[in-house]
């Protein structure tokens, strides 16, 4: 199946979708097997080793208690923050994992092997599941790599999972694989960049399942932001960080209402605060994503509140919205996230959105381009408008380390996502002044970011080594 607008939108916990999402995701592939294999009622033991990012940064990302949840048979899309507080509670207190949720193994996060100076030749972030019975023979061993997203590949199975990318891409109505394969597609058709996303998406599912889907995104999205404005306190990890997005919504809604003292609800919007709103958003998902909570792989978890940041503002700001209907405010939810997610193809198919392989361009980078071309789209811009939009939101983002302090997705990874959601906005405003003719395709800022992220230090890749993450005295 090639890689879709599902793919990239996908529901998970936080903070990482390399480091949480994609781990818990290979650990439950991992307990699958070995149920389907018949071999669980003969494991005795279990040995996890986890290879550099992983290693160097997973304590902060929540990498092991993700591994963890996962090997008991847990999916990242479907498990429920609850239930992620009620098992970790159980397996700290107990000492016990449920392997595949069947078979009781004393196993916890201080028996992981940590092995933070060894990359696998695949991906830095590397992790290997191995089961033996009671007198040492080894019954299923399987090494996976988490590539960015949540996306997992298997040791041994990339050229497979490569080919049959390439032919299932093949069978696509309009498939692409670069802006200029998009762009033809645009100018062959005459339809625009959201509506050929669509009809690639309609190779596997009805009309109605991506309307329904996208506006699901969109609502768990919405439900992480009302989560987030009622949490206050620190975040967790040992950084102290204060959760801003609640007093900053009272301060907003207050400053925010009309004269007469109407308009206190989150209806109401003054245009004079929208980039207020649009920092209010991407902080509220942020902070919610660095405490563990349910969000939205926007292609990441770590830059996973600048698109639902954008949109809120395409919704509530961009012109035409102020009587729209619900109808209407509907198909530009689904309009946006076709079109940010064939721009998230490009990066997928031509470069990366994992931070621990290009740095944080691949994540809040990809993430601001992606929204740009979104917003671009809603607002009536051309094909070459959309790409123009995600050219320059990307072009501005090139070379961003990933450098997290303490390794935890908060600083400076939370005003990263509101800066991030504003380049976007601006970005798409400025592609929809021009005529959609540009010096620098997206195609070659795409390239740049990629080779960029090959030059760049280990030190600013998410390894917690190098920037920030060591010129900050941790209190």
């Known amino acids: ?132 019975d009671a007198e040492g023979n080894v019954l299923h061993s399987a090494t996976f790599f988490s590539v960015g997203g949540g996306f997992i590949v298997r040791e041994g199975e990339e050229d497979a999972a490569q080919q049959e990318l390439e032919e299932s891409k093949k069978e696509l109505p309009l498939p692409f694989r670069t802006a200029a394969e998009l762009l033809e597609h645009c100018r062959e058709t005459g339809l625009g960049i959201s509506d050929v996303m669509r009809i690639n998406e309609e190779d596997s599912r009805t009309p109605g399942e991506i309307r329904e889907g996208l506006l699901h995104i969109w609502s768990v999205m919405e439900e992480c932001v009302a989560t987030s404005l009622k949490r206050e306190g620190v975040l967790p990890g040992g950084l102290k960080v204060r959760r801003r997005a609640p007093d900053w919504y009272d301060r907003l809604k207050k400053e925010s209402s009309r004269p007469d003292g109407e308009g206190q609800d989150q209806d109401f919007h003054d245009p004079k605060y929208w980039q207020e709103w649009v920092n209010l958003i991407a902080l509220a998902v942020n902070e919610e994503n660095a405490s563990g909570g349910r969000v939205v792989t926007a292609p ?150 990629r080779e960029t992220g090959k030059d760049m230090s280990s030190k600013y890749k998410e390894t917690a080594m190098g920037g920030l993450a060591v010129n900050v005295v941790e209190c």
């Open 300 to 449: 990441t978890n770590g830059a996973a509140g600048i698109i639902p940041a954008v949109l809120f503002y395409a919704l509530h700001f961009a012109p035409g919205m102020e009587n729209a209907s619900q109808e209407d405010r509907d198909d530009v939810v689904v309009k946006f996230l076709l079109a940010a997610g064939a721009v998230g193809v490009l990066y997928k198919e031509q470069a990366s959105i994992s931070g621990a392989e290009v740095g944080c361009q691949g994540e809040v980078g990809s993430a601001s381009s992606m929204a740009a071309a979104g917003l671009a789209e809603v607002m009536g811009g051309t094909p070459a408008q959309v790409e123009n939009a995600a050219e320059i939101a990307m072009e501005h983002n090139l070379g961003l380390t990933c450098d997290p302090i303490g390794g935890l997705v908060q600083v400076p990874c939370i005003e990263r996502n509101a800066i991030a959601a504003a380049k976007a906005i601006n970005a798409a405003k400025m592609a929809l002044w021009g005529d959609g003719s540009h010096r620098v395709s997206l195609d070659e800022v795409i390239v740049t970011m």
């Open 1 to 132: 199946m090639a890689v879709g607008v599902f793919d990239l939108f996908s529901i998970g916990i936080g903070p990482s979708s390399s480091h949480t999402v994609g781990p818990m995701r290979a650990a439950a592939v991992f307990a699958e097997e070995l149920k389907g294999l018949g071999k669980l009622a003969d494991v005795a033991s279990l040995r996890v080793d986890l290879y550099g990012s992983l290693a160097a940064t997973g304590h902060g990302h929540g990498t092991m208690t993700a591994v963890l949840l996962g090997l008991e048979g847990f999916h990242p899309e479907r498990i429920l923050p609850d239930e992620v507080e009620e098992r970790l509670a159980a397996i700290a207190e107990t000492g016990m994992l449920q392997l595949a949720g069947a078979v009781p193994l004393p196993y916890g996060v201080k028996d992981m092997v940590l092995r933070p100076l060894t990359v696998l030749p695949r991906h830095t972030n590397g992790m290997t599941f191995t089961v033996s």
